[in-house]
């Protein structure tokens, strides 16, 4: 009996099956109901009783070690088996990770700073959380002017630290942080002030409570309405391409004189006339004008010495007509079929 063990649990230890078939062989001779271990065990019942004693102990150690050794082999098989099954081909490259990609009204936002900055334009900020006088008095609005009334502007209260409240708004447009500029710095002031703006306003495919706009401000002594023309004629062009033509119509705004609306050739149906330009050729992109001396004088800034143009464009306008976008809510919705189109453009 004892040597039998000792010669099976050699025997055992030195197996190396190779593949399913020779597991089984090894299944059979050792661990089966028909196998040399459980004959062993067959053979130690017939024995006396302090044989059994004896042998009972290292004739389960061997059963163990023999079964211990067919899962090992088996769970490797099987690990082997199934990376083989399953056809990959690991000399492929990997799948790219899907990546993040910028807002398409970040994209536009960054290429008209790009284009304003080599003109020489700084970028500035301003709040969004608004009083009364810089967004509306010290740009010249009367007192009953119909976009100070609710149905455009936002009102939000603030309780000063004294618990009295004034009243507050949300900016209706960026032409605050052209106040704002003005009077904190002497000019000569060039810049471009980028943000979000609030209206009261139903949203809809042309229409929505918040947007973008980029201001512009060129504060100096002599300059003129040329100077505008000349700096969104470039603009246009390097937006949009060399053809792109502008046009300026008269307009008005309280806080320039004279104002215009500044038109650019559609480009989506080059001039022929198209559902985005309401086929009349052209595309409204921004409101500008030479700074009212009102707005000046509020500011600190002599008229008589000063003079300056400002502009301001709706970036989501612009978007628009860059990328072909016709529904004003899509920059907004977060729907990622619509934003991973923009994952290329720059
Ligand atoms: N603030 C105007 C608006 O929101 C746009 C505008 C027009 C800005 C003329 C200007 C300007 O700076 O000169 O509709």
Partial sequence: MEN??????????????????????????????????????????????????????????LKQLAESKFTEWQEKLESSSSAASLDIDFTL???????????????TRNRIIEIFERLGFSVADGPEIEDDWHNFSALNFPENHPAREMQDTFFVEKKGQDGASQDMLLRTHTSNVQVRMMTN????????????VYRNEAISARAHCFFHQVEGLYVDRNVGFADLKQTLYHFA????????????????????????????????????????????????????GMVHPNVLRHCGIDPEEFTGFAFGMGIERVTMLRYQVNDLRLYSENDLRFLRQFSTVV
């Fill in 185 to 196: 710095q002497k000019p000569p002031i060039r810049a471009i002030m980028p943000g979000r």
């Fill in 237 to 288: 062009k390097e937006m949009y391409g060399q053809d792109t033509k502008i046009r300026f119509r008269p307009s008005f705004f309280p806080f320039t004189e004279p104002s215009a609306e500044i038109d650019i050739s559609c480009l989506i149906c080059k001039g022929k006339g198209c559902n985005v330009c309401k086929y009349s050729g052209w595309v409204e992109i921004a409101g500008s």
């Fill in 93 to 107: 490259p990997p799948v790219p990770e899907k990546q993040g990609n910028q807002h398409p009204l970040t994209l």
């Fill in 4 to 61: 039998r063990i000792i010669e099976l649990v050699q025997e055992i230890q030195s197996a190396n099956p190779n593949g399913q078939g020779e597991l089984e062989v090894f299944r059979l001779k050792y661990i089966s109901k028909k196998g040399s271990i459980s004959e062993l065990f067959e053979t130690l019942k017939t024995l006396p009783k302090e044989e059994k004693q004896r042998f009972g102990k290292p004739l389960n150690e």
